[in-house]
Structure formats: structure tokens, C-alpha cells
């Protein structure tokens, strides 16, 4: 196992980009850090300069140990799990974006350790290769409503965030809105009723719109133009959408984000005992 030097992140992001959309949380993680992004990460392989296995870990210890995995060697994958420290087993982890493929032996390491591991969710990786077919959906009316949010906005959009609510979640929206692209539409009191974010794995994500202000179009209109924004800063375009939510699986398809059918993720909750 090695933890990549600065260096060598670079050359990671080249090899991982021959191997995208399937490696697109952990590819995503080591763009945001080459581009100087604020983060607290560490990122493992199995070998250098060739790998098989990508794990991506916080650098700190913490009640939740939040960690992306990217292998093709599921013999690697034991090995840098269970022999070589890849994951700190003394807390709980959260293995977000994973191959489900990789269930079963996630599941088995886990009880090896002590540790029961659930779905917490399963996701459609959806992609877009190529922006260029998109066309503006806004309106010339709507042009002037088009903005990017401000350090004002966090509370706003960690109270509607389906994960957020708490402390963590403002200070992780306030990252975000500092660091990461953003776009959002006011209304004519120039307050924000829609707005879309990029993680700092670089989906896009956070999608909202107030209520009142629903069916009208705003929701399509951001992730055409922070799709269009990213494809022009040389940013991988996609998202991870939950299974059951068809109408946001609807929103992307029709703008051409497509999936391998063959192809899916799942966010693990790995708690001890």
C-alpha cells in the first residue's frame, strides 16, 4: 500500500481518467485536490506507478470514517483492507459510491472485524460525456435571475439538504459554496428559490427548489448550465441519483446523462458490533 505524494496524484488523475465513469467518486476526490481544493484526505494504492485499488480516506480521526473505493483486484482490495491499514477499523465507516460488486466481500471483511455492514442507499451513476448538445432553457426573463450562491445561503440549503440540518452540514455546504462551482436562480427579491452544488467529489448534487416555485423549469435549467460550466473547466459531468427518485433520474436523462445499465453503486454503513 502507498499514499500518493502530490507528485503522483497527478499521474493518478491521468490513469483514472482512462478508467472513468466507473471510478468517478475516487477520480472525482483526486481532481478537486490537484486543483488545490481544500480537503483532508489521504489516497491509497495498492501499487505504484501501476494499480488496481484506489482508497480514498480522510486524513483525521473521526466519529464516522468516510471512505470511496475504486478496484478491479478484489484480492488487492482484501489485502489493503485487512492487512495494510487501508481503513480505520476502530470507528464506524461509511463506504459511499462503491461498486456493488464489492458487496460481498466489504460485507465479509466487516463481520471479520466486528462491524455489521447495511445499504444505506443505491444510486444510478449517471455521466455526460459531451455538453454540447445542450441548449439554454432559460428565458430571457429568467437570465437575470441567474446567480451563484454566497456564504449567506449555507443555512438555507443545509435545512433543505436531505443529510443535512446539524452543524456538520453547514460547515460541509460552506466548503462547498467557498471552493466548488455553484448556480442558483432569485427571485425579484433577489433570494434564492433553486440552486444546485458540486460536491467535493465533484457530482453534482444538492438539487432544489422551493416548493412554490416548482414547474417552472429552474431545476432543468441549472444542471444544463452548471453541466455546460464544468465540461468548460474540464470537470467530469456527473451525478449519483437514488434509485427511487425517478423524477431527478427523469431531469438528468432528458438533458443526455446516460448509465451503464451494467453498472451500480451503493453507499455502506459499517457500524461496530
Same mark, same amino acid.
Given at each position: 500500500?502507498?499514499?500518493?505524494?502530490?507528485?503522483?496524484?497527478?499521474?493518478?488523475?491521468?490513469?483514472?481518467?482512462?478508467?472513468?465513469?466507473?471510478?468517478?467518486?475516487?477520480?472525482?476526490?483526486?481532481?478537486?485536490?490537484?486543483?488545490?481544493?481544500?480537503?483532508?484526505?489521504?489516497?491509497?494504492?495498492?501499487?505504484?506507478?501501476?494499480?488496481?485499488?484506489?482508497?480514498?480516506?480522510? !486524513?483525521? %480521526? &473521526?466519529? $464516522?470514517? /468516510?471512505?470511496?473505493?475504486?478496484?478491479?483486484?478484489? =484480492?488487492?482490495?482484501?489485502? *489493503? #483492507?485487512?492487512?495494510?491499514?487501508?481503513?480505520?477499523?476502530?470507528?464506524?465507516?461509511?463506504?459511499?459510491?462503491?461498486?456493488?460488486?464489492?458487496?460481498?466481500?466489504?460485507?465479509?471483511?466487516?463481520?471479520?472485524?466486528?462491524?455489521?455492514?447495511?445499504?444505506?442507499?443505491?444510486?444510478?451513476?449517471?455521466?455526460?460525456?459531451?455538453?454540447?448538445?445542450?441548449?439554454?432553457?432559460?428565458?430571457?426573463?429568467?437570465?437575470?435571475?441567474?446567480?451563484?450562491?454566497?456564504? !449567506?445561503? %449555507? &443555512?438555507? $440549503?443545509? /435545512?433543505?439538504?436531505?443529510?443535512?440540518?446539524?452543524? =456538520?452540514?453547514?460547515?460541509? *455546504? #460552506?466548503?462547498?459554496?467557498?471552493?466548488?462551482?455553484?448556480?442558483?436562480?432569485?427571485?425579484?427579491?433577489?433570494?434564492?428559490?433553486?440552486?444546485?452544488?458540486?460536491?467535493?467529489?465533484?457530482?453534482?448534487?444538492?438539487?432544489?427548489?422551493?416548493?412554490?416555485?416548482?414547474?417552472?423549469?429552474?431545476?432543468?435549467?441549472?444542471?444544463?448550465?452548471?453541466?455546460?460550466?464544468?465540461?468548460?473547466?474540464?470537470?467530469?459531468?456527473?451525478?449519483?441519483?437514488?434509485?427511487?427518485?425517478?423524477?431527478?433520474?427523469?431531469?438528468?436523462?432528458?438533458?443526455?446523462?446516460?448509465?451503464?445499465?451494467?453498472?451500480?453503486?451503493?453507499?455502506?454503513?459499517?457500524?461496530?458490533?
Amino acid at each position: 500500500m502507498r499514499v500518493l505524494s502530490s507528485d503522483e496524484l497527478q499521474t493518478a488523475e491521468t490513469a483514472l481518467f482512462g478508467r472513468l465513469p466507473k471510478c468517478a467518486m475516487v477520480y472525482g476526490y483526486v481532481f478537486a485536490v490537484n486543483r488545490g481544493k481544500p480537503h483532508r484526505l489521504q489516497v491509497l494504492v495498492d501499487t505504484w506507478p501501476t494499480f488496481t485499488t484506489v482508497i480514498v480516506r480522510s !486524513s483525521l %480521526a &473521526d466519529c $464516522v470514517g /468516510k471512505v470511496a473505493i475504486y478496484s478491479t483486484n478484489e =484480492k488487492a482490495l482484501r489485502r *489493503i #483492507l485487512t492487512e495494510e491499514n487501508g481503513v480505520d477499523w476502530r470507528t464506524n465507516l461509511l463506504i459511499r459510491g462503491c461498486d456493488v460488486q464489492h458487496s460481498p466481500i466489504l460485507k465479509e471483511i466487516s463481520a471479520s472485524m466486528g462491524f455489521s455492514m447495511k445499504v444505506y442507499s443505491m444510486v444510478h451513476l449517471m455521466t455526460l460525456s459531451d455538453s454540447s448538445h445542450l441548449h439554454d432553457h432559460s428565458t430571457s426573463d429568467l437570465e437575470s435571475k441567474v446567480s451563484v450562491l454566497n456564504e !449567506s445561503h %449555507a &443555512d438555507l $440549503v443545509n /435545512k433543505t439538504w436531505k443529510f443535512g440540518g446539524d452543524d =456538520k452540514g453547514y460547515s460541509y *455546504i #460552506l466548503n462547498l459554496i467557498q471552493h466548488f462551482p455553484t448556480c442558483c436562480i432569485t427571485d425579484d427579491n433577489h433570494q434564492i428559490v433553486s440552486w444546485v452544488l458540486l460536491y467535493d467529489y465533484c457530482a453534482i448534487g444538492m438539487l432544489y427548489t422551493l416548493p412554490e416555485y416548482r414547474g417552472k423549469g429552474y431545476a432543468k435549467s441549472l444542471v444544463a448550465r452548471m453541466a455546460t460550466h464544468l465540461h468548460s473547466q474540464g470537470y467530469p459531468v456527473y451525478c449519483f441519483i437514488e434509485e427511487f427518485n425517478h423524477p431527478s433520474y427523469n431531469l438528468f436523462t432528458s438533458l443526455g446523462f446516460t448509465e451503464d445499465p451494467s453498472y451500480r453503486a451503493g453507499w455502506y454503513e459499517c457500524a461496530k458490533g
